[in-house]
C-alpha cells in the first residue's frame, strides 16, 4: 500500500502550521480572534445572523459549525451530542490519560531504539517511539523530531519526547497539568524498566529533567444528533422565510479517545469533503433550495455513519489496550497471535491511517 511502512507522529502544531500556509497560498484569511456568541434568523429571513462577541453580525446562508468539543454553533442550534451506546462496556474506556512534554537527565534515544540498529538501518536513533504495556497500564515515549520541533515550539536546546499513558482507577483523579513528580512516579511504575529513576529497579536510572507541557483528560466519546439542521425562527415558515442551514465538523460533530490519533483526520477529511459538496452547491445554477438542502443531507448522513464507525474503532482499539495489559489472560495471547498475522497488521495499518474511512 504504501513504501513508507512504518508509523511517524508529528506534533498537531506543526500540522496546523502546514494548514495556515495553504489559507495563505489561496489568499485567504481567517479572521482571528473572533468569538461566535450568539445565532438567529435575520431579520429579512433570508440566511443567519451570527454575532461576534466585539458586535459585528455576519449574515450567510450556510453556517459551519467548526468550532470543537464544546460547539457554540451546535449549542445554538439546539443540537445534543452524547455518547453513542455501543456494544462496548463505556466504563471499560473511559479512563483518566496523561501527556506530557518533557526532557531526560540521559540520552534515551538508545532505549527506544530495536535491539539491532545496524548500518544497513538509516534511520538515526532518535527516530524511534517506545509503546509498552504493564499490568498498570500503558506507556508510550515518542521522540518529537529533534531539533527543529524542540526548539521552534518550547525553544529547549535539548530533546524533548512526548510522553502518554493510562492512570488507572485506583490511582485516583490527578491534577489537570500533572507536574514532575506525578509525571516520574507513573513513568517509574508503568514505562519500561531502563527508563526508571529507581535505583532498585534500574542500574542506570533516568529522570524525567524539565515538564514542558502536560495535559490530564478522560477519554469519552460522543456524537451530534445530526450534522445538518435547517435553522428558522418558530414562525418562518408561514412568513415565507426560510432560515439558513448548520452544519458541523470536527470535534464539533464527534468527538472519542484519542486512541489511534483519528480525532484530527477525521475533522480534516470533513472538511475537504464538504468543501467539495458545498463548492459543487453553490456553482450549480440550477440547484433550488430543497435539493441543496437534500445532497447536504445524504452527505452529513454519511458522515455520521464514519464517525459512529470512527468512535466504536477507538472504543474497541481502547479495549485491545487494556486487554493487552494483563499477559496472564487469554484475550491477551489471542490478541498476540493475531498481531503476528500480515493481514491483521495491514488492516490495522489501514484503519489508523484513516485510510480505511474516509
Ligand atoms: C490530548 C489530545 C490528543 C490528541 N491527539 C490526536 C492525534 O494524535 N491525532 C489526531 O488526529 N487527533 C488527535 N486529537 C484530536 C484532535 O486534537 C481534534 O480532533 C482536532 O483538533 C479537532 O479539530 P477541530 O478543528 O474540529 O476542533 P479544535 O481543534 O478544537 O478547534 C476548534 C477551534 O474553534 C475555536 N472556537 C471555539 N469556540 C469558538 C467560538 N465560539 N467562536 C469562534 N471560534 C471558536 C477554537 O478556538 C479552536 O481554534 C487529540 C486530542 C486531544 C485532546
Known amino acids: 500500500y504504501t513504501k513508507y511502512p512504518h508509523g511517524l507522529i508529528i506534533s498537531q502544531s ?144 535539548e530533546p524533548v519526547y512526548r510522553i502518554g499513558f493510562n492512570v488507572p482507577l485506583h490511582r485516583g483523579e490527578n491534577p489537570s497539568h500533572p507536574g514532575l513528580e506525578i509525571l516520574q512516579e507513573f513513568t517509574n511504575r508503568q514505562a519500561l524498566v531502563t527508563m526508571s529513576s529507581d535505583p532498585s529497579q534500574n542500574p542506570d536510572p533516568i529522570s524525567i529533567k524539565k515538564v514542558y507541557w502536560s495535559t490530564r483528560f478522560r477519554t469519552h466519546s460522543a456524537v451530534a444528533d445530526t450534522f445538518l439542521k435547517s435553522v428558522h425562527g418558530p414562525e418562518s415558515k408561514e412568513q415565507g422565510k426560510n432560515g439558513g442551514i448548520v452544519m458541523l465538523v470536527g470535534d464539533a460533530a464527534h468527538i472519542h479517545s484519542p486512541a489511534g490519533g483519528q480525532g484530527m483526520n477525521l475533522a480534516i477529511r470533513n472538511a475537504i469533503d464538504l468543501g467539495s459538496v458545498l463548492a459543487r452547491l453553490v456553482t450549480t445554477p440550477s440547484s433550488d433550495d430543497d435539493s441543496g438542502f437534500g445532497i447536504l443531507e445524504e452527505f452529513m448522513k454519511e458522515r455520521h455513519g464514519r464517525a459512529m464507525k470512527q468512535i466504536e474503532m477507538t472504543k474497541r482499539f481502547m479495549w485491545f489496550m487494556r486487554a493487552l495489559m494483563n499477559p496472564f489472560s487469554i484475550t491477551y495471547w489471542v490478541i498476540y497471535f493475531l498481531g503476528m498475522i500480515p493481514l491483521m497488521k495491514r488492516t490495522l495499518a489501514w484503519q489508523l491511517s484513516g485510510l480505511g474511512n474516509k
Do not use: W
Not at 545496524?118 to 524511534?128: E, N
Open 14 to 157: 506543526f500540522t496546523e502550521r502546514s494548514l495556515s500556509k495553504r489559507i495563505e497560498e489561496c489568499s485567504l484569511r481567517v479572521l482571528r480572534p473572533y468569538e461566535a456568541v450568539g445565532m438567529k434568523e435575520s431579520e429579512d429571513g433570508d440566511g443567519l445572523d451570527v454575532s461576534f462577541n466585539t458586535g459585528e453580525v455576519i449574515n450567510a446562508k450556510y453556517v459551519i459549525g467548526a468550532d470543537g468539543a464544546r460547539s457554540v454553533i451546535r449549542g445554538l442550534s439546539g443540537i445534543g451530542f452524547s455518547d453513542p451506546q455501543s456494544q462496548i462496556d463505556s466504563a471499560l474506556v473511559n479512563q483518566q490519560v496523561i501527556l506530557a512534554d518533557v526532557s531526560f537527565t540521559k540520552d534515551i534515544s538508545p532505549i527506544l531504539s530495536p535491539i539491532s540498529t545496524s548500518d544497513s538501518d538509516p534511520k538515526p536513533l532518535s527516530f524511534y517511539t517506545s509503546f509498552s504495556f504493564s499490568p498498570e497500564g500503558f506507556f508510550l515515549t515518542a521522540p518529537l523530531g529533534h531539533p527543529q520541533v524542540h526548539s521552534e515550539i518550547y525553544g529547549a536546546s
